[in-house]
């Protein structure tokens, strides 16, 4: 292996590593041995963004641009930095993201899931999330929204997961979720499991079948209305429709509601 390309492997792999310094580094390295590296220019350009440098990342993305007209990645990227600067400017960015573990995305069988979210929310919100943030669940009636930790609406858990997801939650089920990857339309979270209740200990959180069990987890869900006339397959009913902030009817701003026996086990 030459030089250049043991360069470009070790910029690679402190991307992977989230070492946001040393990839930039490397990657100037890169382009100082040739000026027309597209993919060392659209790496620094996303290294930059993690650390929150959107001058230097708009500087590699518009050389990227040059030397690759109409390149899509460089151009999403753009427009998302003219979208993080114009909120810096309302609300300024915390201090740089810390380094990250590089086994926080460690797949673990049934107890971790990669998730694209549905519904996405606002694109001023969406570019502003870095990769490794902690986001919470917040369950509704019908759905599990996705939010940052200041309650900014990121997106919704799709219907099957959500399901699953609220039968182990209300039996004290806890999970973890991070950010994985995020563009102005597209969020992608990582969740991993951080405890599971007693009564569900039998179940895996994330089987390869998501809709597995489902009706041993709640035997009740039949006497509880929800494969009414008006509910579909899985017994859920059709979603209301989200608006631009995020939040949906004031009747799927309910939190679910515990069973005598649920409120007892606690």
């Not at 810096?88 to 810390?98: A, F, G």
């Not at 489902?214 to 008006?230: A, K, S, T, W, Y």
Request: hydrophobic share 35%; net charge negative.
């Amino acid at each position: 292996m030459d030089s250049v390309e043991k360069l470009e492997s070790q910029a690679i792999e402190a991307a992977l590593l989230f070492d946001w310094d040393k990839a930039i580094s490397l990657n100037k390295a890169l382009i100082a041995v040739n000026p027309e590296d597209i993919c060392a220019h659209l790496r620094l350009g996303f290294a930059f963004m993690q650390t929150h440098n959107w001058h230097s990342a708009k500087q590699h993305y518009f050389k990227a641009l040059k030397l690759q007209p109409g390149h899509n990645l460089a151009m999403e990227n753009m427009e998302k930095i003219k979208v993080l600067e114009c909120r810096s400017q309302k609300k300024p960015p915390n201090h740089h993201p810390p380094k990250l573990d590089p086994n926080l995305f460690l797949e673990i069988p049934g107890k971790t899931r990669t998730i694209t979210l549905v519904n996405p929310g606002q694109k001023n919100i969406l570019a502003h999330l870095s990769i490794g943030q902690e986001v919470v669940f917040k369950p509704k009636r019908r759905k599990i929204e996705i939010r940052t930790k200041e309650d900014e609406y990121v997106g919704c858990l799709p219907d099957d997961i959500s399901k699953r997801l609220t039968y182990l939650i209300r039996a004290n089920g806890r999970y973890v979720t991070c950010i994985k990857e995020a563009a102005l339309n597209n969020v992608v979270v990582f969740v991993r499991e951080e405890f599971k209740g007693y009564r569900m200990r039998n179940f895996l959180s994330f089987p390869k079948n998501i809709q597995a069990n489902l009706q041993q987890m709640n035997p009740d869900e039949e006497e509880d209305g929800d494969n009414d006339e008006g509910h579909d397959e899985h017994g859920w009913s059709e979603e209301t429709a989200l608006n631009e902030s995020g939040h949906d009817d004031e009747e799927n701003d309910e939190i679910f509601p515990l069973s005598q026996d649920e409120e007892e086990d606690e």
